[in-house]
């Protein structure tokens, strides 16, 4: 069964779609920058510090099992994380070659 598109599921995947089309561009600078506006859009960079406090929360209580919203923050925290370093890889490079 395929779960309904929300506003947040459909701005992962765009800004999934983008990072994964840097990665293979020779204008990928320009697609990751768009990836960061639409993720900042979309409150990517909070996503670790909600994930920490759900985790925290999750081993408070004594459970293992994680829950949709937790799987679903951990997806967008690992997107944050790979758009982060694949923005910072750009800069080293583009301030290497100078």
Known sequence: MLAPITSVSAG??????????ACYSDN?????????RVAVDHNLPNSIENLLVKVMA???SGSNNIDEEEGELF?????WCALFNLE???VTNC???R
């Open 58 to 60: 999750r081993k408070a």
């Open 12 to 21: 992962l995947e765009a800004i999934q779609t983008f990072l994964i089309h």
């Open 28 to 36: 990928g600078w320009l697609l990751v920058t768009t990836a960061i």
């Open 75 to 79: 997806r967008v925290t690992r997107t």
């Open 95 to 97: 301030v290497l070659t």
């Open 88 to 90: 910072q890889m750009y």
